[in-house]
């Protein structure tokens, strides 16, 4: 009997898939989950065929061109740059081979960047190297498999419901009394956080709505105020303003008899608008852009007394009188120790961008804000046209109000005229806009997000998690955010970025996916939903 080949096998799993199974599928969630594993298999069967291969091996004799480059300037010995596979290599020896290659190349990178000479080349070859690792990506994502193509679908998976009701259950009636919790679900969405929902029935007969935030057993970033404990302090912290915010109640931290810490906070009416990746696409109107004006305003306006014990909490006291300038240069170092603490994938291109960020910190004394960090439609709650809640304040930290303002910029600018916006932004109190802070912000939450993904990344090929989603870095985040870095650093460090020069377009190209990681059904995100990245 003739073995089937592969690329047969796989191109029938997905035509049973797409044609028999998916179209009898009723539930929201597992329909999103075939098409997920349909869009990964059409990736596997790409993999098979020969224009993969030979794209592989391209960037491979690219890869060791450069390297060969970085040695004479670095004055290594220099050897002949080869590959040593046969044409017919399989792709899994050509993915190792690059594998290595980008190990060997992130080594040079970090030479480089802590070389004191001033040497231009050195500059050229980091830049260089940071493209040399998108080009796969892009280059990979443009390629079709036959017969089926790489046609995008919504997909959105739920993760195994971990066993925490029971948990829950006890302990809230630990602190509130006797209750029964009778209602339980997990909502769809974001990458860094589980969130449920939770009614509770108390002995008095009233009923409450909850919402469950809960770390994942293996969490994708432990840094900062990515920790959920810190979340929750910030909340309620801001929860003693008018700031429109869920109010955190109770916090489990580290306890006994479950897989990791959570906390619950009040349920706030509202859907969410739209999804990260595809809310510029979304019809939505100029009015709710101006609500969000004026609660950036608000958030930037808030004064960092209020935040004095959480500061005090987190030792971090100095922040009550730190410039942007310097707390740029302390995040900077955060995130620097922390890649240095924990395992994360080899990448040129982070390499690169923190070398290029810690060249390029813009002299700025203000003192800092409060920033939300992911602040966009997708983290917006809203109901009969009027603004009910900022969600998933995970990425939260103090620094430049650009950074929120660089963030959303694209969405905006789908739906009404950017500098409007600003204007509505100034006239409700919030900073003068500093234009030489909107290209250093753009590439620091670049950065932010893709260590948080390829920490997801590297979870995922360790086997700490099995959630199909995070194949999407590879073929939808990273290049896409890898694209935003280098497209909006090129101009160079004297050279401030307008934000009538950013296009929106670029944000998530369409090549990329989009469709595929974040659209939003509303029936799946009423109430306090999740979209985030994180």
């Given at each position: ?9 796989l ?11 998916l179209?009898?599928?009723t ?11 349909s ?10 065929q020969e ?16 390297e ?21 290599a ?7 081979q ?11 990178c970090?030479?480089?960047s802590?070389s ?13 190297a940071a ?7 892009t ?5 079709t ?9 919504e ?7 971990p ?7 006890e302990?809230l009636?630990e ?7 009778t209602?339980?679900s997990?909502?769809?969405g ?7 929902f939770?009614?509770?029935?108390h002995?008095?007969?009233?009923i409450?709505e ?6 994942q ?8 105020g990515f920790l959920?404990?810190?979340?929750f302090?910030?909340l ?26 959570f906390?619950?906070m ?8 739209g ?8 019809k ?9 004006a004026e609660?950036?305003?608000k ?6 007394e ?8 987190h ?10 300038e310097?707390r740029?240069?302390?995040n ?8 240095e ?5 080899p ?13 390029h ?8 804000v409060?920033?939300?960090g992911?602040f966009?439609?997708h983290?917006?709650?809203?109901e009969?046209?009027?603004v009910t ?19 959303i910029?694209?969405?905006v ?7 409007i ?5 100034c ?13 250093f912000?753009?590439a ?16 995922l ?5 099995r ?12 290049p ?5 870095g280098?497209?909006?650093t090129?101009?160079?460090a004297?050279q401030s ?14 090549e ?5 990681i974040?659209?939003?059904e509303?029936?799946d ?9 994180f």
């Open positions: 009997m003739k073995i089937n080949p592969t690329d047969q096998c191109s029938l799993i997905l035509h049973t898939l797409d044609v028999t199974v179209p009898e599928v539930s929201a969630s597992a329909r999103r989950t075939i098409e997920l594993i869009a990964t298999l059409g990736e596997l069967l790409k993999r098979q224009p993969a291969r030979n794209f592989i091996a391209q960037c491979i004799k690219d890869g060791l061109e450069l060969v480059d970085f040695h004479r300037v670095l004055n290594y010995p220099v050897t002949t740059a080869q590959s040593g596979l046969t044409d017919n399989p792709f899994e020896a050509l993915a190792n690059y594998d290595l290659l980008t190990e060997r190349l992130n080594k040079l970090v030479q480089a802590a004191t000479s001033k040497n231009s080349s050195y500059t050229g070859l980091l830049r260089r493209e040399w690792e998108m080009g796969y990506l280059g990979q994502a443009k390629l498999a036959r017969p089926f193509g790489d046609e995008s679908s997909t959105e998976s739920l993760t195994p419901l066993p925490l009701r029971d948990f829950l259950e302990f009636t602190r509130h009394g006797p209750l029964e919790v209602d339980f997990e909502i769809p974001g990458f860094g956080k589980e969130t449920y939770c009614t509770v029935k002995a008095t007969g009233s409450e909850l919402v469950v935030r809960k770390s057993p293996v969490p994708m970033v432990l840094h900062g959920l404990e810190r979340e302090h910030l309620r912290a801001l929860s003693q303003t008018d700031y429109p915010v869920p109010r955190p109640i109770d916090l489990a931290l580290d306890l006994p008899g479950v897989e990791s810490t906390f619950t009040t349920r706030i009416p509202g859907k969410v608008l999804s990260f990746l595809d809310g510029e696409n979304q939505l109107p100029e009015p709710l852009f101006r609500q969000l609660l950036l305003a958030l930037h306006a808030i004064p960092l209020t935040f004095a014990d959480y500061f005090a909490m030792n971090e006291s100095a922040a009550l009188n730190e410039t942007i310097a740029h240069r302390r900077l170092k955060g995130w620097r120790e922390y890649m603490r924990g395992e994360h994938l990448s040129p291109y982070i390499t690169w961008l923190f070398h290029w960020l810690e060249n910190i813009p002299a700025d004394s203000r003192l800092s409060l920033t939300h992911d966009s439609v983290n917006i709650l809203a009969n046209g009027q809640g900022v969600l998933d304040w995970e990425c939260a930290d103090f620094g430049a109000p650009e950074q929120d303002l660089a963030y910029r694209p969405h600018s789908k739906h009404m005229d950017w500098e916006f600003v204007a509505h932004y006239a409700s109190g919030g900073q003068e806009v500093d234009e030489r802070n909107m290209r912000c753009l620091y939450g670049v950065l932010r997000t893709f260590i948080g993904g390829t920490r997801g990344s590297w979870n090929q360790k086997g700490f998690n959630d199909i989603r995070y194949v999407m870095m590879e073929l939808g985040f990273a896409a955010f890898m694209k935003i280098l497209d909006y090129a101009a160079g004297s970025i307008r934000v009538s020069e950013i296009p929106p377009e670029d944000v998530v190209p369409a990329y996916g989009a469709s595929m974040g659209k939003v509303e029936t995100k009423l109430g306090q939903g999740q979209s985030s990245l």
